[in-house]
């Protein structure tokens, strides 16, 4: 299934990152801090996963709004920019605890291939650094848990702590002990030194992204000289009678399922109409060239349903 055409650079290569004290692994973060620092072991054991008001998101330091403006969308509407963050984050605060098995039902299990192909093409590889970013519940984290082995390192990070909440639980229940969950925005990775990671990996978060060229420079700043970028995310079908098929599925039948499922319809169509606005799959790539990565390519994926992004920073 993967097109694994690029090889990674000798500095790729050789990244072997043995390096187990973790940087996170220091301050406890309050319940509500919005970004930037790790939970202590502590916290993390004795957490609710999914509980109490909707924490407060606000514009990271030093973003750029650029292409934003003082208004962006969400889903269909036009909002200021400022309360985008918030209103992202409350639908993921929604569907955090009902999020897998929405996963499920909504895709009938196909996002499991999709996830899988991404991970074909990452090219991941024992003792590397990987960061998962707006990596929710952790299906990518997991694995790459697993591939990077006891000398690597895994971060998963969001910036909702429901969504991170649950990923958090059900790693520590894997038994994934190399993995750090980190809360942090796409928009300024903050947390995360310049040059530290071998492999970056964002799975259908980047479409929730207020400023996503912020997020792309965020993204070309943290990765290491050699390293991957892989964007898993909804795109443009391809073609245009499967679309109007797609359309009516996503409009009527996603609500309805969250309405059943989530007791939650308004974050579905949010889910729809969001998936509508995202750039397509050229417009996202030349984002990526003007970010600084090169060897740009992409991949669709059930008729361009879904499409992955990939690029190198050299
Ligand atoms: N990556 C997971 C997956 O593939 O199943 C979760 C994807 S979920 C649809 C989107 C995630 O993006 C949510 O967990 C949400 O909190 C996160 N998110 C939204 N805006 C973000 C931002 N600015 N920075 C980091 N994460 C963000």
Known sequence: MSNENQKPTAQNESAQDTDKVSPFLTE???????????????QQLTDTPVSGSVPKYNLPRGANTGNVGATTHFGYQTVSSEDKAQKVAEVFHSVASKYDIMNDLMSFGIHRLWKRFAINMSGVRRGQRVLDIAGGTGDLAKV???????????VLSDINESMLNVGRD?????????????????????????NSF?????????RNVTDKDAALAAMYRVLKPGGRLLILEFSKPVFEPFSK????????????????????SESYKYLAESIRMHPDQRTLKGMMENAGFQNTDYHNLTGGIVAVHRGFKL
């Open 28 to 42: 406890p973060l309050p319940q509500g801090t919005p970004q930037g620092q790790q939970q202590s072991l502590q």
């Open 245 to 264: 098929l797609y359309d009516l599925y996503s409009f009527t039948a996603l609500p309805i399922m969250g309405k059943i499922v989530a007791n939650d």
């Open 144 to 154: 790459f848990s697993r591939e990077v082995g006891p000398t690597g390192h895994v």
């Open 170 to 194: 059900r790693l520590i229940d894997a038994g994934c002990t190399n993995v750090d969950f980190v809360l942090a925005n796409a928009e300024t990775l903050e947390p995360f030194e310049d």
């Open 198 to 206: 071998d492999l970056l990996t964002i799975s259908f978060g980047l």
